[in-house]
């Protein structure tokens, strides 16, 4: 079964009525062939759209209850049948997550959770009621948050918390919040107080694009645990509110909030990655890089999955939207085993029977270890509960999902579509072999359980008409346009390379092992400033390294990261000024660090281009004059260079190209982007054209240089070398080069 993937656009808020309405959805019917589409422009040209199709969309008069009743209440009975249940809303900051998932006070405003939770009460006074009281269910909750990376429990008051927050470790497979509190939740009354209660600690901020802004990941988990006379079954409910992304040169957000920003956006991206993993099928699913995605493992949790896809259906979040809903896309092709968790046995009926012990006696019996931990607290509290005794000490470990992959538990002739598969339960089954009473079986056998009960959405293809076919293939083509669109243009984070990858995660494990040290907060600061700077928001990335500043006094690279970004940011303004001074008033004061007010975001890559060539060299030049750092504790971002983009060839240039003439035009190009002299642009268009043979022809290349110039080209996809120093920062090339390129070029009228 693949994630269900619904989308909801959000209704404009007041502030937006007059703006450019671009999302539309196509709801079910003959004449969509009863698909749900979303559409949207193309970015680059408002006369096409693209279309994304989902399991459902909900329009902006959608309400609470259509939603829940189309898409959660469903799943409520098979959370009773023993499936997980994964409800998670996803979208950028502003379109609706928070009010999807938990709604407003009113009872027509309320969301998922509350609504969830009413549906699970009235089914549990049901299955009471229908057993005449044999089964039992009890219903436990969780709920914390992934603030700042770290995990911390909505039960406690933020002044309790530890500031590290809780370990998460790996048990068995399974990820787990150590120290989380459980509390039972008897009534709905008793959940809205906890919920409501919780929802104080949670940790939210007004930012510009959102008054009351999630600056964190939230997730309630709900526990259901069902026993009868023989049996104890657990499932769970998670009700994941994600915090939204967001771009940094829209939010005007100050230092705490570009702090939980880069997080939030770092959190998302790696889930992103991990979704592209998994549709490409790669053996790496890089759900360890952060909290939220080992928790959310999504794709390795079974049962069900639903997203809700949040979207804003204005003009002003169009790339954004784009984005999401490239991600949503590809999580509907995520597969998840719908797999029940199965009733554990409380006792052994039949080799108790055959012992003499009877009737009364039966239940008196001590239990025996063979269930896992989780269960094993589930029966011994069940064993108090009937004992009279209401217990008072919240569970305290709380099993997640794992973030493992789960098929070394799986029988090794595991199908494609998962169909035959049970939960391998070796941690509650791994006490089997102590069986004081004798073997027993160690999966409850249903009659017609061959094949057991799990559903697959594969559709049959041979069913499909012609038509159905062609409209497939046509849908899938234009997901692809609007992926490709999106990378020509989006402002999303450039996709790091596996050498920055590195770099980074060893930095995080620096700051781990530094958490008590005191630097580790400095780390942290850098770390954000490198997420902020392969974001392109160089803004952003330099508050962060002002806030690292003060725990490396003294450290001379890091000052020189900060002139090159005040540099560059300064040209930029200046370019800016420059362009708008033909037009306009003269351009503001420089100052810093005010955001720019970029609408739209552009690649880091782009916005290096768009930068004046002259920062760009500098930045460089900066870079390079760092003096080797002693062993300290800043190696770990002395060492952190790659963050910049740059390759080692490009380093070459700065020292002699700094000096060279041929740059005169380039520097030029500062306030006049296009004023270069015949041969500069002789020059660029000859190297634009991407064609090795001409290159070659160049004085002082040869054919290898060539083909690495072209190599370096292709990998900037459509950009184009807009100048000469951004020439001589290609690999392989370099200032000389360039003078001896430009000098062998056959133009007379050059001046
Ligand atoms: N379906 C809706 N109907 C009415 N108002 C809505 C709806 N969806 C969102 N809103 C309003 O839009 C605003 C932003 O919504 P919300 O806070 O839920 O966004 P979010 O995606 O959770 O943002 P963040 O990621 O910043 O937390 C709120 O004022 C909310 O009341």
Do not use: W
């Not at 060299?617 to 963050?643: G, K």
Request: glycine share 4%; proline share 5%; with cysteine.
């Amino acid at each position: 079964m693949s994630v269900r993937v619904v989308a909801r656009i959000r209704p404009l808020l007041k502030q937006e009525l007059d703006k450019d309405t671009i999302v539309t959805a196509e709801i079910p019917d003959e004449k969509s062939g009863n698909v749900a589409i979303v559409r949207i422009p193309n970015p680059k040209n408002d006369a096409e759209s693209f279309s994304f199709q989902f399991n459902s969309v909900y329009e902006q008069d959608a309400t609470q209850q259509q939603l829940f009743d189309s898409e959660v209440a469903p799943q409520v009975k098979q959370l009773f049948n023993g499936l997980d249940i994964t409800i998670f809303a996803y979208g950028v900051t502003g379109t609706g997550k928070t009010h999807t998932m938990r709604g407003g006070k009113s009872l027509a405003d309320r969301g998922v959770i509350p609504r969830l939770l009413s549906s699970i009460y009235r089914r549990c006074r049901k299955i009471e009621k229908d057993t005449a009281g044999a089964t039992e269910v009890e219903v436990a909750m969780s709920y914390y948050e992934i603030y700042n990376d770290r995990v911390y429990d909505l039960f406690e008051p933020p002044e309790k918390r530890t500031p590290s927050g809780l370990p998460i470790r790996d048990n068995n497979g399974k990820t787990v919040v150590v120290g989380l509190t459980e509390r039972p939740c008897t009534t709905l009354k008793e959940f809205e107080q906890l919920y409501d209660q919780a929802n104080i600690n949670r940790s939210t901020s007004a930012t510009k694009l959102n008054a009351h802004s999630s600056r964190s990941h939230a997730i309630l988990c709900v526990k259901v645990t069902q026993t009868t006379e023989t049996t104890v079954q657990v499932s769970r409910a998670s009700a994941i509110d994600l915090a939204g992304s967001e771009d940094n040169r829209r939010t005007d957000n100050n230092k705490e909030r570009l702090v939980e920003s880069a997080s939030i956006n770092k959190s998302l991206f790696v889930l992103a990655q991990c979704v592209e993993a998994i549709s490409k099928k790669q053996n790496r699913i890089p759900y360890r890089e952060s909290k939220m995605t080992r928790i959310l493992s999504l794709g390795q949790n079974n049962g069900i999955t639903l997203m809700i896809l949040n979207l804003a259906p204005v003009r002003s979040y169009h790339l954004d939207t784009l984005s999401s809903l490239n991600f949503a896309n590809r999580t509907k092709k995520i597969e998840v085993a719908e797999v029940e968790n199965e009733p554990v046995y409380r006792q052994f009926v039949k080799p108790l029977a055959t012992t003499g012990i009877s009737g009364a006696n039966i239940k008196r019996q001590p239990l025996r270890p063979i269930a896992g931990a989780l269960n094993a607290k589930v029966l011994d509290r069940d064993a108090e509960r009937k004992a009279g005794e209401k217990t008072e000490k919240p569970v305290k470990a709380f099993s997640v999902y794992s973030d493992a992959r789960k098929n070394s538990s799986r029988p090794s002739d595991l199908p494609s579509q998962n169909q035959g598969i049970r939960r391998a339960e070796t941690n509650k089954r791994g006490a089997d072999t102590t069986n004081a009473f004798g073997s027993r079986p160690t999966k409850m056998i249903r009659p017609n359980e061959n094949p057991p009960r799990i559903r697959s959405a594969a559709a049959p293809v041979a069913g499909m008409s012609k038509e159905s076919i062609e409209a497939l293939i046509s849908q899938r083509i234009d997901e692809k346009l609007a992926e490709k669109a999106l990378q020509d243009t989006i402002a999303a984070a450039p996709a790091l390379s596996a050498e920055l990858q590195k770099r980074l995660d060893e930095l995080e494990h620096r700051i781990e092992a530094k958490e008590e040290d005191g630097k580790s907060q400095g780390l942290q600061f850098l770390l954000m400033a490198k997420q902020h700077q392969v974001r392109g928001e160089d803004v952003s990335a330099l508050r962060m390294y002002q806030m690292a500043q003060p725990f490396f006094p003294g450290n001379e690279k890091l000052k020189g990261k900060m002139k090159t970004l005040e540099d560059r940011i300064r040209a930029k303004r200046e370019a800016e000024s420059g362009s708008r001074s033909h037009t306009t008033a003269p351009p503001p004061a420089f100052s810093l660090p005010a955001a720019p007010s970029t609408m739209l975001s552009l690649p880091a890559k782009t916005e290096k281009k768009h930068a004046n060539a002259k920062s760009l060299y500098h930045e460089v030049s900066d870079d390079d004059e760092f003096a080797p750092q002693p062993e300290s504790d800043h190696d770990a971002y002395a060492s952190d260079d790659s963050f910049q983009y740059k390759t080692k060839a490009a380093r070459k240039p700065k020292k002699t190209a700094k000096k060279l003439p041929i740059f005169r035009d380039s520097t030029d190009t500062v306030s006049h982007p296009v004023n270069h002299t015949p041969r500069t642009s002789h020059l660029l268009k000859i190297i634009n054209s991407k064609d090795a043979s001409k290159i070659r022809e160049l004085k002082g290349v040869g054919a290898k240089k060539a083909d690495a110039i072209v190599g370096c080209l292709l990998e900037m996809e459509e950009e184009e070398i807009k100048d000469l120093e951004g020439l001589a920062l290609l690999k392989g090339v370099g200032g000389k080069t360039v003078e001896n390129m430009r000098a062998g070029l056959a133009i007379d009228f050059d001046f």
